[in-house]
């Protein structure tokens, strides 16, 4: 009996030693949860916003990317006629149509527009796109890209003939172009560029010659 008692003695020391959370350490707990989850959900919302900037600016790329590949393409089979920082006329011989193209920066995007040439010879055309005023160029402008997109280009003009001993040069033509995205207060750019080497064999003997092209 008196070890039984003993027994019964020892688990209630070990029952009345256990304690509880007092409020203090509650409150102390809670707060640290709520600093915690304060942070985590500051880090959180700025990890959305930068994924979805990212994924913005890639769409845009994308579809600038495609416009460049379209532009170099272009110019391969084309003759500068003029060009800035901000735009560039070309003769492109390379379809049965000839064509006066002039791409340009305006603003936050890229625009393209057509003016096509009768069925004159290439000097004439030539000359004829020289002559084409930026309001009929504005009549068929349209927009190449999505999104934010500024750029430049740089063009050299194709020079000489090397079959009368004269010194040439290649033309060629430089885009540069920088995509950017600004979404709920998330900066995401991109940038790309491309040079494109002409290909006019009247002015440089080097190329496509447009008197005889299709």
Request: hydrophobic share 40%; glycine share 8%.
């Amino acid at each position: 009996m008196h070890k039984f008692n003993k027994k019964l003695n020892n688990k209630k020391l070990k029952v009345s030693s256990r304690y509880g959370f007092t409020l203090v350490e509650v409150i102390i707990s809670m707060g640290i949860f709520v600093v915690v989850m304060a942070g985590s959900s500051g880090v959180f919302a700025s990890a959305f916003k930068s994924y979805k900037g990212a994924k913005n600016v890639n769409e845009n790329l994308k579809n600038a990317q495609f416009a460049m590949n379209l532009m170099s393409k272009t110019f391969r089979t084309s003759s500068i006629v003029s060009s800035s920082a901000t735009s560039i006329v070309i003769f492109d011989y390379s379809r049965t149509t000839r064509a006066c193209i002039r791409y340009r920066f305006d603003g936050d995007s890229l625009k393209e527009s057509r003016f096509n040439v009768g069925g004159a010879t290439s000097a004439i055309k030539l000359t004829n796109c020289a002559g084409v005023s930026s309001a009929v160029f504005n009549a068929s402008e349209s927009v190449m890209t999505s999104g934010s997109v500024q750029g430049s280009f740089a063009a050299t003009d194709s020079a000489g003939n090397d079959t009368t001993g004269a010194s040439t040069r290649v033309g060629k033509v430089t885009v540069r172009m920088k995509i950017t995205n600004n979404t709920g207060g998330a900066s995401s750019e991109a940038v790309i560029q491309s040079t494109s080497s002409l290909r006019d064999y009247t002015v440089a003997n080097v190329g496509i010659d447009p008197n005889n092209a299709l």
